[in-house]
C-alpha cells in the first residue's frame, strides 16, 4: 500500500486521520480534508444526489449499475456536474487505488451548489462533484449478522414518492432519523417505514424481502431501486425461487416464514425478529433456506467476471 500522503495533499489538522481518499474541486484529498460549503444548497436544502458502490477484495461489484443509477437521479434533478460516466468510474477506482482500500464503501456525489448571490434560483448554481473511497461500512456488523438483525415497524411514513421520487438516492432522511429513534426506543437495531396505506416501504440504507407463503416479496413502490435488490431478484429468479414486487402489508411481514435485507454495506442480511417477536418462531442466528441461499449466491457474484471489474493498485 502506498503511504495515503505521497498520494493525497494532507494539511495539518487536529481530527483523527480517517482511511481512504477523497476528490473534491478536481483534487485527491485526505477524507478529513473534503470540505463543503455552508452555503452550497446540497447541505443547505439536500439538493443533491448519490450513489454508494462498494469494492470487495480489490472489485467493484456492479459498478457500471451505480453509475448508470447516479446518472439517472442527476437527470431526475437537473443537475449536471460536467462529467461523464467514464470520467466519473475513473474518479471512482482512482479514490480506491490512492487509499489501497481492498475493501471500500466508494461513494459519489453531486450536490446543486452555490447560487448567485441573493438568488433562490437553481439554474444560477453551479453543480458539484464529489467522491470519497473510505473502509467498507456495514449496516449491522459480522456480529450482529450472525445472530441475526432486531427490526421495527415504524409508524413514521417514508416520504410519499409524489413528493420525493425515492428512485433518486437523496439525503431526505428525516423520516428515517425518526424512525431510528422510534426502534432505539424499542429495543430495536434498526426500522422499516411505512406508506400512507400502512404498506412496508424501506428503511435507512436497505430494501426489504418477505418470504410470504413460499413466495419472495419486495415492495414495489416507495422505495429505492436498490442495486443489492436487484441481484436478490435475479439471483433467486435464477435459483427456481417465486418472487414478486408487489404491496407488503405489516401484517404479511409479520407473519413471514423468513424476513431479510439487501444493501450495499452487506448484501443479504438476516432478519431474527420483527417488533420483538421471532421470525417464524426461530432462534436467534437461525435462518431459513431461501435465506441461507442467497447469502451465499449473493458473494458468490463477487467472484464473477460479469459483475466486478479489478482495482489497479499499482
Known amino acids: 500500500m502506498v503511504a495515503q500522503s ?34 452550497d444548497w446540497g447541505f443547505l436544502h439536500s439538493d443533491a444526489t448519490y450513489d454508494v458502490a462498494h469494492v470487495w477484495q480489490g ?9 448508470e443509477r447516479f446518472f439517472a437521479s442527476m437527470a431526475r434533478l437537473r443537475l ?6 467514464d470520467e466519473v468510474r475513473a474518479v471512482m477506482h482512482e479514490c480506491v487505488r490512492r487509499s489501497g ?43 450482529k449478522q450472525a445472530r441475526g438483525v432486531d427490526l421495527h415497524v415504524s409508524d413514521v411514513q417514508r416520504i410519499a414518492p409524489a413528493s420525493v421520487d425515492p428512485r433518486t438516492k437523496n439525503y431526505h432522511w428525516l423520516d428515517m432519523v425518526g424512525a431510528l429513534f422510534q426502534a432505539y426506543e424499542h429495543g430495536a437495531e434498526t426500522a422499516v417505514l411505512v406508506d400512507g396505506a400502512g404498506n ?14 413460499g413466495e419472495l416479496i419486495t ?16 439471483l433467486a429468479r435464477a435459483n427456481g425461487m417465486a418472487v414478486r414486487e408487489a404491496l407488503l402489508p405489516v401484517a404479511s411481514l409479520r407473519r413471514a416464514e423468513e424476513v431479510f435485507l439487501s444493501s450495499t454495506g452487506g448484501g443479504v442480511i438476516g432478519i431474527s425478529r420483527v417488533d420483538g417477536v421471532p421470525v417464524a418462531g426461530r432462534a436467534a442466528g437461525i435462518f431459513g433456506p431461501v435465506t441461507q441461499r442467497l447469502q451465499a449466491a449473493y ?16
Open 6 to 39: 505521497i498520494l493525497c495533499r494532507s494539511i495539518p489538522t487536529r481530527r483523527a486521520a480517517m482511511p481512504g481518499c477523497a476528490f473534491v474541486d478536481g483534487q485527491y484529498v485526505a477524507p478529513e480534508e473534503a470540505k463543503i460549503s455552508i452555503f
Open 59 to 67: 472489485k467493484f461489484f456492479r459498478l457500471g449499475d451505480h453509475i
Open 80 to 85: 449536471d456536474p460536467g462529467k461523464t460516466r
Open 101 to 143: 482500500l481492498r475493501e471500500a464503501y466508494v461513494e459519489v456525489l453531486c450536490t446543486r451548489g452555490l447560487p448567485a448571490p441573493g438568488s433562490r434560483d437553481p439554474r444560477s448554481c453551479t453543480n458539484r462533484f464529489m467522491a470519497f473511497a473510505i473502509p467498507f461500512v456495514w449496516i449491522a456488523d459480522p456480529q
Open 200 to 213: 412496508i416501504t424501506e428503511g435507512p440504507g436497505f430494501n426489504v424481502f418477505a418470504l410470504v407463503d
Open 219 to 234: 415492495p414495489a413502490a416507495g422505495v429505492l431501486e436498490g442495486i443489492s435488490r436487484r441481484t436478490v431478484i435475479e
Open 299 to 314: 458473494w458468490g457474484l463477487h467472484e464473477d467476471a460479469r459483475y466486478v471489474e479489478t482495482v489497479s493498485y499499482d
